[in-house]
């Protein structure tokens, strides 16, 4: 099994989302994160003091596969996720050495 | 019913202390209910002031719900167009408003007097009229405001700040003071007959009229209605603010209402202005009550934002005449009033008009439903004006908001681009965030 | 002291405007102090309709008080029930619960007279009464409104929606006014000289023992007090809301206490409310202070929500008696009634009496306190008198209201499940998160 | 312009009921002008307390600005420092500041007289003085209050609650009515013709100055200005609270200003209280324009905290002179006022200056401005006397308020730790987080 | 040494971290997350419109754990956090290359 | 590659993000988190009853890293987040499988 960490921009979690139900994918568990990188962020005023927010926000998605769904995964997520534009994100992939699902006990690829 | 000078000229000073100011009444009163005419003039004066910062408040009822009712992305933005609207109408009353709104005619439809208006000396009192201009001004002043406020909530979240500001404007300076003319001014819906005690045509429907107009043309949020027909629920960001926005604006009406008797020197007229705080406040009881019951039965779950539409829309549906009804016609009223948003938010979203916080629901159509309804309580009015008012509002301001409208449209254009309304206004408008420190789900 | 219309009666419109209205005042008079009837009873009534607003002003205060100190979770319907039992509240008090409060009687225990309650005509004054019914009608059901407020906050975040409302239905139409008749509708706690001026024991302990009942039959809050006596501790959400919502409360006191000299329409009254405004604005000052020191002292920080508590207090405290006290009793009487939440709240939890927001020690104890103080500060109180009306008001309140509660809970049932307690209410009863978009911590 | 006893003394009753009370007005009125003794002292008094009541609220303004304008982790310790200030203004200016501010002097620079301030009996009236005396006290002391809390806005984030504390103690007991002894109070600078209608100077500036002397002595919070130069930008943690906070302001602002007029028993009075509501509206208007154009032409965004900075500095220019300005003049005034934060804020950054809510702009410069001002529009006014009105209370207020701030750092000491400021206020000083649940940014 | 990483609903954190206390585990890191599973949110009614919350509040806990005790940790995690109800989440079970203690710059086991 | 999961004290976050940017590292992604441990909370009084909070915040970064960077980017972060006080942090390094950049689609170290 693979575990996938993907970050994307956040007006980007419906379409990930509903294009990773459509190859099977069953669950993920998405969390709110300030992404730092290439990307800067806008030089914004506050009170006419200039600052620039280098942290910007993104959502971070964690998927458990099995391992051979995980190249699929990982494509449809850069496809959705793209906009070509700096500040994408990333995707990382895990070996992932054991799952279990919590309600049943059940493990390993019939756990996700 | 007008509300010009000439509306109160009975009432200005008598020469004599004793004189009978309160021609309202049936019976002359005996004596002891004189009230001498400096007096009377007094708390005349004192009801436009404690009217107006009852109603100024509002002001920030308006931007507490819709505060509330945006999300979070776009709370800087929607308290920097509510207080600068308030600002904006301030200034263009005083430049131009009042002076269309009341041009010195009879029966007519557009006038101009004596502007920018000038208040009264230092020292100086208004005898003639029987309380002082200023108040008066003030009082109007605000109600222009409360005009203005109606349509920042219903085309919240993807107007840019430079057109919405031209056009309130043009809305404060031009629009509302027009309508005004026709009733309160003496213009020709007022020679009709028409009635409006308090303006559930001449505020809320102008205000909702002008948001329509606003919703149609600018168009809904981005992602709001799907294609294949499914809607998308943005929920508002605080419902505590906009709990606190309707309480506001609640304790406003009674100034709203009640100083828009325009008279307490005499004891008729005070005990007229309680009659108004009660029937106010117990149409927007039973708007609430009615509310929560039908969401209640209709959805399994009382809905909040529903009980505080309703509170709102009963408050307008006794604007039109919150004196002659009894208490029981006044709950009726409001009841009727606080069952329209229900109905009617669900209605609109299926025509995909977008309408961030309910105020057409509340403004305009609780402010048709008030107006005909004031014949029901006061048989001296007409139903045929009050339809003629009602429909004559809807297509002068319907019809000149929209070509404002289309106007900013064309020039300065009215929204952001889709990253900046997705990223929210805040950002890319006010460049604050309005809960900075707080993680959001976005 | 009475606060029917019988109380006013000598105030009534004389036949004469130099007559002297001001009996209260132990000296007649210069001529020159005299105010004509008719500007007597406008003063009468606009008191009515200021102290009425501002009364209102404190449903406001309650809800956001009340949406700051409940977790987020439960923030929506918190301030659902906030606005519904006003309304509730208002519909009930015209319907039956007037007729009720001023049956007419003299010292009697109960009875109903005219209802529902009508108010007087257009144009019509009531110059028999010396000001507008109306006014007095409203300003009466405000402190209604307040009984059913202080309700809501003590059994937050645990009961449900319609069993909720149901007892705020019977409090306000039947529970409340029959403890109003007892002594502002001359019954026979007034007869005995039992004195509350502006409601310690009427309306803060009525709610208080209410609070009390339903804090009692509907058990704490999930997972509060565990069975190895430890106990869980709930913060509230947003200390700011609670911060506001007293500041509102505070604010509308000045009407609560002031308007209840009932009148103003001479020199005498109107200084007499002048001196009340300070009296509770110093009592409430004094609470402040008292619990900062103590828990400064005590725990080595200053707690806010104690503090917030104790203004309350304080003005709780003085609202038996705001008139007769000078600065320095007030302050005492204040201070003291400041100290009680302090006390009274980690008492209350060992008892695993689960107040959520602090009503019982603000509303109940204070209130008590109060109304045994009042013989400190006004000789002709008999301590006697104070002490049946303390108990008498705890025995019939409870007893009732325990009634209602034990009836409801038999019936409708007061809970949600604990699944959806756990949830918090927000979702099960309204569908409306407060704060949809915040990441919170469970 | 004085503000005591004597200023009123010519309004005091006069023996006749039909006696010319309006002596401030040019022409003889005719007697239907008129107002009788005894209803000129209910309205002096009414117009106290309803001004009152709205600058007590004005408290409730000053806590939520403040709490929307710090950062979360020292939000509850803000809204208690508020309601804590507010307390101990009421408890000192009873005890000893109203004893100091009208000592009862003619041109003199300190005295105390009668102390504790001592109202009058049940019942009786203060005929004598045209008004009551109680009403007038409640008007004073929640002037005192405010000046208290300008201060905790500038040196929030940073000061622990007890210096905080003893600070206000001092300047509500001692430097306020100090200064307020040399204008209102006939002391030195009335005797000059130095005038300051509402306290653009003697509240705003003097509030200002003690702020200013505390962010020097107090210095910027941790890691504000880098020493690289760079500055760390401290987004306040709700704008919809700072946004509310600036609307009540704007509300009670009609108090401050408007029942500074003292009386408003004669028709030319309440005319020029109308006047008052006006001109204070148009300033706050202007200034809120200004602001945002100011601000969106020079940054390209129209900042939301800016804009509520112009409002409050709008109002504070026309505080001093708000009767004498026809309207163009007042929102000329104010609309100079609302650009000074958008000017100075940034200048106070680059001498690292930490003011947390723009308190020194917004109280301090625009109240110096509008004291200068005052000649504009009040040709009786030396523009040497207002030079020297500012100067003087500018010495004097920085002068013993370094003083005190020194000696609290010498002694228990200013600031809390290091750790204990970068984990907030709220930790360490009160242990009640302000938004326990919401997860937040650091 | 394992690292885990548990989804658990929130009303489960208290009792999961107090059994996990008494195996032996000495700390773990928690996050506030959204779940996407089988688990389906409630159809809501807001102002008329019905919507569907598929997104879910659970918690994530992040542990990292000697490899002897990592069988246990999941065993007593499962079993907790268990309701026996849909949605009661995942756990999924990693290598931990490294660990190191921030304070002392302490390596390997010993660093948990 | 590898990936670097370290939780810090909230405060010292500007100061590992500049320290790690000095040494070649590019990107990061930050959460928010509670963190359990040796450290305890305060002991708190809230209304009179006292409750001790011993969940307390910290920052998650999770940074991903070329092999040759990662030994160097740990002892980075140990140095510069550590304030010897107790409640510092941890720092767990993972074996990455993959990596991917969204924008673009590219793979492997060129991706971070
Ligand atoms: N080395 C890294 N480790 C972990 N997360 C990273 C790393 N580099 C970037 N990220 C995450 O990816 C996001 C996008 O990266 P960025 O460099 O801005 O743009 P792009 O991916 O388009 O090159 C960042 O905001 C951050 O959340
Ligand atoms: N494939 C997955 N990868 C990561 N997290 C998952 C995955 N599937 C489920 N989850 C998490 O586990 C939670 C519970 O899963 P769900 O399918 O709803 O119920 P159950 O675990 O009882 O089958 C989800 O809300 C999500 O947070
Ligand atoms: N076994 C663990 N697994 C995951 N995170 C842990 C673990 N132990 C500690 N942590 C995290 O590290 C933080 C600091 O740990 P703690 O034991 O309090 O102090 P120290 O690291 O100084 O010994 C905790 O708050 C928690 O977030």
Known sequence: ?112 | MKRSLHRIAPLALAGLVLAEPALAQEAAPAAAEAVGGGTAYIFNTLLFLIGGFLVMWMAAGFAMLEAGLVRSKNVSVQCLKNIGLYAIAGLMFWVIGYSIAYPGFEGGYFGIANFPYAMQGVGEADTGTGYSVASDWFFQMVFCATTASIVSGTVAERVKLVPFFVFVTILTGFIYPVIVSWEWGAGWLDAMGFSDFAGSTLVHSTGGWAALMGALIIGPRLGRYAKDGKMAVFPGSSIPLATLGTFILWLGWFGFNGASQLAMGTVGDVSDVSKIFVNTNMAACAGVVVAIIFTQLRYGKADTTMALNGALAGLVAITAEPLTPNVGMAIIIGGIGGALPVIFVPILDKLKIDDVVGAIPVHLMAGIWGTLAVPLTNTEVPFVAQITGVAATGIFVSIVSALVWFALKATIGLRPSEAEEMAGLDLGETGIEAYPEFTRTT
């Open chain 1, 1 to 112: 099994m693979k575990f996938i960490i993907a970050v994307i921009k956040p007006f980007k979690l419906d379409e990930v989302r509903e294009a990773l139900g459509g190859i099977g994918v069953a669950g993920m568990t998405v969390t709110e994160v300030k992404g730092f990188g290439r990307q800067k962020g806008q030089t914004e005023i506050y009170r006419g003091a200039e600052y620039s927010t280098n942290m910007l926000p993104k959502v971070k998605l964690e998927i458990a596969v099995a391992d051979d769904l995980a190249g699929q995964a990982v494509e449809t997520i850069q496809q959705t996720a793209s906009t070509e534009a700096i500040g994408d994100g990333k995707i990382f992939v895990f070996d992932l050495a054991s799952a279990t699902r919590i309600r049943t006990g059940e493990t390993g690829e019939t756990a996700l």
